[in-house]
């Protein structure tokens, strides 16, 4: 043994006699773990446990005035639980030792948000105080062009299609689908197509997030009803995307023109 301020340290010789005996107890017989043949047993206790704190209330509930980790201590707990996988084992465990738990409305309404995938369901309808907003705003000072997705970036197209496609899946399963805009003389100008080609129109055909005025599958041509001027180099990658997805063509009908001069002519 070496001593060392009043306590002693095992050698390394010392540590590697002691395991081998270990070993070789354990394997003629004559050592026996402490815990050995106690699984069932300890399996027993957990369950006592557990049926003790049903409808028990969390030792920490209300409690603002505990002690916080320091941001280093975060760090490596985050560090320690990143790429962790619980078994199913494990899952199953944690729901029965929620079985008889007791929740409030305001948590049940959260659960249920939270398994429809409602987004900021935590925060929906919590109004902040004056205080807090202050403080909110003091923390975000000189963050905002350094944040990806604040000011001074611009989100590339892929993910403005994971927006798109993701607020087309919300408004479809919470706000009984989506009605896109029909134009006034749409119904009626892709009715004469439809019937001069002979082909089916499909109207407001989704792709890549974008809805379509009308699609002829057969002739992969995408048809476009302009009442209005639109911006012209976002209407180009529009159509790009559209084109590279479908490998279609594009017939563009601008009907602006016509309904422009109706109204100066009613005007006058």
Known sequence: MVPKKGKYTRTDEIKNNMSRLKKDGYADGKLKSWNKGRKENRKEVLEKQSKSHIGQSAWNKGKTDLPKHSEEHKEKIRKKLKGRIISEDHRKNMSKGRIGMKFSEKHKKQI??????????????????????????????????????????TPSEETKKKLRLAAIKYINEHCGGITPMLGHNEKGILDELQEEYGYDIIRQYQ???YFLDGYIKELKLAIEVYEKPKDKERDIRRQQQIEKKLGCKFLRIRDYNKRTKMKGGNKK
């Open 112 to 153: 249920s948000m939270s398994k429809k995938g409602v987004p900021n369901y935590k925060t929906r309808g919590k109004k902040h105080s004056e205080e807090t907003k202050l403080k909110i705003s003091e923390s975000r000072k000189g963050k905002a062009m350094n944040n990806k997705n604040r000011l001074g970036h």
């Open 207 to 209: 792709v890549e997030g």
